[in-house]
């Protein structure tokens, strides 16, 4: 069985970080790329961050660029972000994904918060 949990969400102000956790089981972690997306109330998901299996290539939103970094670590089978120089519209929930054996899994989601 396929479990994706985050963790690490919270209230934070604006200029704060934060560091989400996705700690997963049932599936061989090194094997797949990870990802971490994000949705704001009244808006579509939208992508924030993608590490490949390795941690050779991560890719980010334009929007995080320079302030969050994803990365792995396959012995804890985790992946994190880390978000630093938190903003307002920062605020979502983020959610953990992978796609393994042609399956895609979400975790249920951390609530982040920036607020003041």
């Known amino acids: 069985q396929v479990q994706l949990v985050e963790s690490g969400g919270g209230l934070v102000q604006p200029g704060g970080s934060l560091r989400l956790s996705c700690a997963t089981s049932?599936?061989?972690?090194?094997?797949?790329?990870m990802s971490w997306y994000r949705q704001a109330p009244g808006k579509e998901r939208e992508l924030v961050a993608t590490?490949?299996?390795?941690?050779?290539?991560?890719n980010y939103a334009d929007s995080v660029k320079g302030r969050f970094t994803i990365f792995r670590d396959n012995a804890k089978r985790t992946v994190y972000l880390q978000m630093n120089s938190l903003k307002s519209e920062d605020t979502a929930v983020y959610y953990c994904?992978?796609?393994?054996?042609?399956?895609?899994?979400w975790g249920q989601g951390t609530q982040v918060t920036v607020s003041s």
């Open positions: 049932g599936f061989t972690f090194s094997d797949v790329a």
């Open positions: 590490i490949t299996r390795t941690s050779v290539i991560t």
């Open positions: 994904y992978t796609r393994a054996r042609s399956i895609s899994y």
